[in-house]
């Protein structure tokens, strides 16, 4: 018996059909060839054969019911099957284009991308075809034959579901072993994964999700629309989800975390979506649960990879040239590169870093003084934190490798220089790892830069010291041109190998080079003014006898001041 808070009751209250006609009406269409539908007659003859299926169930005899209602049953079931079957025939015939360009290869990503965001969804039944079909599903669940109507929906819908899937040609992104993939390849497949999975969550699913409802909901069980939607788009949820399983699975390697960061930043803003669709069920097993077990597992992989990385630029063993020139090490642009795909997912990262890395880094414990306060920064800042420390401390001992130990702090004054100066352009990162600690990166660059002065400046001023100039003979002091002379060669020497060696050398930074340059010049050039301007009459003597004597001054203070100005890091530019 009908509920009479259903809309078919209410449906059927308003016939005025007798038993007979009922009768008379479902013989007819019984004789009536298959390939005929009442559907196609109008909303009145339908109205009619519903009814009239109804009314028999509600006053016929026992007999009448095995002998009528197994033959409107099977009316309807058909009927059903062929009206649904129509809701994709025109759809699928029309063509689609990520499936025409069969020779289009799996990394053309622009034009993947421009195919999943114009790829057309199926428009969705009319009312009219909805009302049908709900009444339909409404009488074989009042005869007690939902399960058959549930059976064709789902013979129907899911290959339907599966021919729409199979267009999208993610069976070509191959989930398995996807460490094996070089990684610009990798991150088109999760590209193209994250395009298709936007056509299919919040519209194929979607719709399909809509669909089961508008007919099943409230008949049977009260999860049948769910179990109908679960059973339609199930194989193919699963298929999806896998290649994102996958990768979580793969232990990537710590320089793939751009790529791992685009996956887990895309299932976050589809996590919503996919929990209204697949809610999380008590045994752990279902869809939604799945997919949430992806997400946290690439979480963790995220955080792994970080730790791994900072191992990784610890223990990197790439080669200086004493030819170099001290320039900015390749290590370095490519540690700044990777902290800046850091920053450009800091939102999700920071919610998802809540543990706070170690202070050691395979078994050694970073020196407090690479550091900032560690109980002032986030999670992520002491990532990055550590990251720019270890960093630090690889390049240290790579510039004990120069020959010339003055190179060797130019090196780390560039390398330290190249990190201030790119996380003075971001204001994200300069958030994250603090002023104060970027004031303290860049106390090291001056250090360094002192450093270099010192071992470069105090060659030359060396040799304008007064000490074992001047002796004393019978209570007169006078100058040892023996001494002078000695000091004056070693001037030159020292002025000629700085030129040729430094000259080569470089400073990228203008300003630090400016900066450099003044500071030298303003060392040595008083200093060389006032050893020329004491022992001038040694070099200007005319008196033969002392002209034999006379200390050769090969360079001038105008010859300093270009030797530092000009010649000095002329490779990285004036």
Known sequence: ??????????????????????????????????????????????????????????????????????????????????????????YLTVSNTITELSTTTITDISYYQSRYEDFVMYEAPTTEVVDYLRKIAEIMNACGHLEACIDVYISVRKPFVRIIFDRLRLDELKAGDTKKFLSEELKVRIERWIGATKACVPKLFLKEKLFAEQIFSGLGRTSTHVECFLNVVKDVAVSLFSFAESVSLSRQSSERLNVVLILYDAMLSLMPDVNSLFPLDQTGKGIGNSFAATCSKLGDEIGRMLSDFEDVVLNEISTISNNDGGRVHQLTKNVVGYINVITNYKTVLMKL????????????????????????????????????????????????????????????????????????????????????????????????????????????????????????????????????????????????????????????????????????LNRLKPEYERFLERHKNHFESTNFFQQAQKTDVKYTVQDLQVLIEENLFSRSGS
């Not at 001037?491 to 400073?507: C, G, H, P, R």
């Open 1 to 90: 018996m009908f509920k009479k808070a259903s809309l078919l009751y209410n449906f059927v209250m308003g016939s005025s059909q007798s038993r007979e006609s009922a009768v008379a009406l479902i013989n007819q269409w019984n004789s009536e060839p298959r390939e005929l539908l009442i559907f196609d007659k109008g909303r009145d003859e339908a109205s009619q054969y519903l009814q009239a299926v109804v009314k028999i169930q509600q006053t016929a005899s026992a007999e009448e019911l095995q002998q009528i209602i197994p033959m409107a049953i099977n009316r309807l079931k058909l009927e059903f099957q062929r009206v649904l079957n129509r809701q994709g025939e025109s």
């Open 353 to 520: 870093l809540q543990s706070r890395p170690s202070k050691i880094v395979q078994d050694k414990k970073l020196p407090d003084d690479l550091l900032r306060d560690p109980k002032s920064l986030t999670p992520l800042s002491l990532h990055l934190v550590l990251i720019i420390a270890v960093l630090q401390l690889n390049l240290d001992n790579k510039s004990k490798y120069y020959k010339e130990a003055s190179l060797g702090h130019l090196f780390m004054m560039n390398n330290v220089n190249y990190i201030v100066l790119k996380s003075k352009e971001s204001q994200v990162l300069q958030d994250l790892i603090g002023v104060d600690y970027l004031n303290k990166l860049n106390g090291y660059v001056k250090g360094a830069m002192i450093s270099y002065q010192d071992l470069t400046c105090g060659i030359l001023l060396k040799c304008l010291e007064e000490e074992g100039i001047y002796v004393t003979q019978c209570c007169t002091s006078r100058v040892s041109t023996g001494t002078l002379r000695s000091n004056v060669r070693n001037f030159n020497a020292a002025f000629e190998k700085i030129k040729s060696l430094q000259s080569s050398w470089e400073v990228p930074d203008p300003s630090l080079r400016e900066e450099l340059r003044r500071s030298m």
